[in-house]
């Protein structure tokens, strides 16, 4: 078990920037999520998807933001033309679908600096 | 909509004292209930868990009850350690939806002082 991976582990850009983060979930999972944490708070939902399908997107995500996961395993989230306020952690987690809470593992993180 | 609650920190303690984390809640239905807790350096990594009201999570001597009566899911430890000092996340998810978001509380940041 190689746990939830996530690259880069920092980005810094500049505001305008379009930027991509890749995910690889663990290898049996067919749910993965991203999240957004900024400094002192909770992680945040972003979206989730159930194999290749995206089922579930919050309003956090603005047409700015793109997330995909085209064969069911890895996932790619864009951010186009970045914006400071874009600077936070972006975090992946996946889990094994099933029973009544299925657990989600989550990665280290990307680290984005929007300068 | 969804929201968890939970007490402000940074929560101080002498090696060896009790932990109490208070955390409510606030959703319609049946919630799941969990506990993360991110260690310096490191990501999220679940704690413990409770999916059904009365149910007691358990993991590395913290324990947590699901108390629907008073939307609670307060976080627990008999005797703390320097290796707990970590930030801890209460959170919850709407299975009985179907929905998988998990919405977290804002963290409270424990230090255990030897």
């Known amino acids: 078990d190689t746990g939830v991976s996530q690259n880069p582990r920092h980005k810094i850009t500049k505001r305008g920037q379009n930027v991509t983060f890749r995910c690889d979930p663990i290898?049996?999972?067919?749910?993965l999520y991203w999240y957004r944490q900024t400094l002192g708070q909770g992680p945040e939902f972003l979206t989730y998807f159930q194999n290749e399908a995206q089922l579930e997107k919050s309003r956090l995500l603005s047409d700015r933001f793109s997330a995909e996961r085209p064969k069911g395993s890895f996932s790619t989230l864009e951010i186009q033309r970045t914006e400071q306020g874009d600077s936070a952690m972006y975090l992946c987690a996946s889990s094994l679908a099933g029973g009544r809470a299925d657990t989600q593992y989550f990665g280290p993180g990307t680290r984005l600096t929007v300068l | 909509g969804n929201s968890v609650t939970q007490m402000e920190g940074p929560v101080t303690l002498s090696e060896e004292a009790f932990l109490t984390i208070n955390c409510t809640y606030t959703?319609?239905?049946?919630?799941?209930l969990f506990w993360y807790v991110q260690y310096p350096g490191e990501g999220l990594q679940l704690l413990l868990k409770a999916t059904k009201a009365d149910d007691k999570g358990s993991n590395k001597g913290f324990e947590a009850t699901y108390r629907k009566e008073t939307t609670s899911f307060h976080l627990e430890k008999g005797s703390v350690q320097v290796s707990d000092s970590a930030v801890y996340f209460c959170a919850l998810t709407r299975m009985d939806t179907g929905r998988r978001a998990l919405t977290f509380g804002s963290g409270t940041r424990l230090q255990v002082q030897p």
């Open positions: 290898s049996e999972h067919n749910r």
């Open positions: 959703a319609t239905g049946y919630p799941s």
